[in-house]
Every structure is written in C-alpha cells, then in structure tokens.
C-alpha cells in the first residue's frame, strides 16, 4: 500500500469538498509538475478563518492534502494559518511517499493565497 490510513481516510472521505459563494479570499493554484489544480475557498472573522472548502482535481494526494489543510486551518487566525508549511500539511497526514511529496505543496500554497486575497480584497 503506498498511502497509510490516514491519507486513504482523507481521499475516501474527504473533509470541507465544495465551495464558498461570498467567500472572503480565494486563492488558486496549479501544480507545474502534473498539471493538477485547487481551489481553496475562506471565511474570515475577526482576522479567525471561521470556514475553508477546497475543490481539487488531483490525485489522491492532493485530494487528501486538500482535506487536511482545510481541518488544520479552520479556527486560526490569519497569521497562524500562513504559518502551515507544506511540510507540515504532509507531517500531519503521516506522511506521503516520496514520489507524491509535490501534490501536497499545493494545499499550503492555496490557503495561503486565499488568505492573501482576503488582505488585499481588505485593504
Ligand atoms: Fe498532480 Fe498529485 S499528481 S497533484
């Protein structure tokens, strides 16, 4: 098996699939290696990411790492959220094997676009 449980629970069942209609930021990203794209969508509160949905059309991979920055980001505040590294999505999830390490930069990289719309939509 090349994913462990806790990748295939995300993939099976993956966490905040969907979209936002009067979200707040939304950032988007392709991933230059296979082409792949997400989308993640933000709801903010008092500087607090109070919702996240993702749309993702990737490989497992990116489905489940997708899910998982959904659930780590929600209830932080902006700042903290920036703070999710890439690896960290991965570390979370038990880790990812080697050859599937690019599909997880791309979760990361769309929060934190979607939060860098939000500044700027602010401003
Ligand atoms: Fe494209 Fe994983 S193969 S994101």
Redesign the pocket.
Same mark, same amino acid.
């Given at each position: 098996m090349m994913y462990n449980e806790k990748v295939m629970d995300h993939f099976t069942n993956p966490r905040n699939v969907g979209d936002i209609e009067d979200a707040d930021g939304v950032g988007e990203v392709g991933?230059p290696? =296979?082409?792949?794209m997400m989308t993640i969508y933000i709801k903010v509160k008092d500087d607090i990411l109070t919702n996240i949905k993702f749309k993702t059309f990737? =490989?497992? *991979? *990116?489905i489940a790492t997708s899910s998982m920055v959904t659930e780590m980001g929600i209830g932080k505040t902006l700042e903290e959220a920036l703070k999710i590294t890439r690896d960290d999505v991965a570390d979370e999830l038990g880790g990812l094997p080697p050859i599937?390490l690019?599909?997880s930069n791309?979760a990361a990289d769309a929060l934190h676009k979607a939060i860098e719309d939000h500044m700027r939509k602010k401003q």
């Open positions: 991933n290696t =296979c082409g792949d990737g =490989c497992g *991979a *990116a599937k690019h599909c791309l």
